[in-house]
């Protein structure tokens, strides 16, 4: 089982899209120099995004992306789920009824304790996600990291924004 | 982001396994049958199993496969991770590294923030499947299905025994 590697990219922009100011939008040429990927593949996780509502893109030649909704209001499930689905990992194709002797249909109407597990599992998965916000992940990163690298990140996106 | 299908497969074949009394082995082919599904792509699973000690095979004309430990010593997580890899779904390739300014090595010493919290749920997820065992799962359904399933089905691993 494995998320998409746009969910590692769509997580790092949301993160660096907080720090853009009111009324200003960064553009994807520069979210895409900032973290070293791919323009084009990261155009398409930016066009899920915006299906979401998580980002917006402000038109125009001095336009670009910025958070569709306060930070603290999206949330890290909120972006899997964008960039990869909200369909649970595990997919019951009910093969409890291919048995080789007939089962009445009653039988089914309980689910299969084996989906029911699964269920459980991915619901405490979403759950941890969705404890956490954007807003929440900028606080542990301004945490940890050192004032120079925070004061070199704020002159990068002065000079990238339109 | 998706289980293989050998997972629901190998759950089901887990539970089958359960009622197999002790000295005896199921067949491949009857495990197969009973669930309706291709024996080669099951023997591959059944192999995952077995390298994993959830089956082994017993040998010769009249042997086939059984649990190879009782079945509350089997977590559901140790046939997920048997068959899907024990890997989180989550790769962090350490995109921060990337940023188009010098950082501080030091900065990096603690774990990139979203990296932290994709761990925390993956972690969440593998210990609510933890907590249930194979027995668990069997408890759940003598619960739930109706006793004349269950003589059918005591009835069909009788046959299909050697």
């Not at 209001?73 to 990992?89: K, Y």
Request: net charge neutral.
């Amino acid at each position: 089982m494995r998320l998409s590697e746009g969910v590692e990219w769509g997580l790092h922009c949301a993160a660096v899209l907080a720090f853009v100011p009111e009324g200003k939008g960064l553009p994807a040429t520069k979210l895409a120099e900032y973290h070293g990927v791919p323009g084009a593949y990261l155009a398409k996780s930016l066009q899920s995004l915006s299906r979401a509502r998580i980002v917006e893109a402000l038109p125009g030649r001095n336009g670009g992306y910025r958070l569709a909704r306060p930070a603290d209001e999206i949330t890290v499930l909120d972006v899997v789920e964008a960039l990869d689905g909200a369909e649970p990992a595990f997919r019951c194709t009910e093969i409890r009824r291919r048995a080789p002797f007939k089962i009445p249909k009653s039988d089914f109407q309980i689910p299969c304790s084996i989906h029911t597990v699964m269920d459980r599992a991915d619901a405490a998965w979403r759950a941890e996600l969705r404890t956490v916000s954007i807003a929440d992940i900028l606080g542990m990163f301004v945490q940890h990291v050192s004032p120079e690298t925070i004061t070199k990140g704020a002159h990068w996106l002065e000079e990238a924004l339109p």
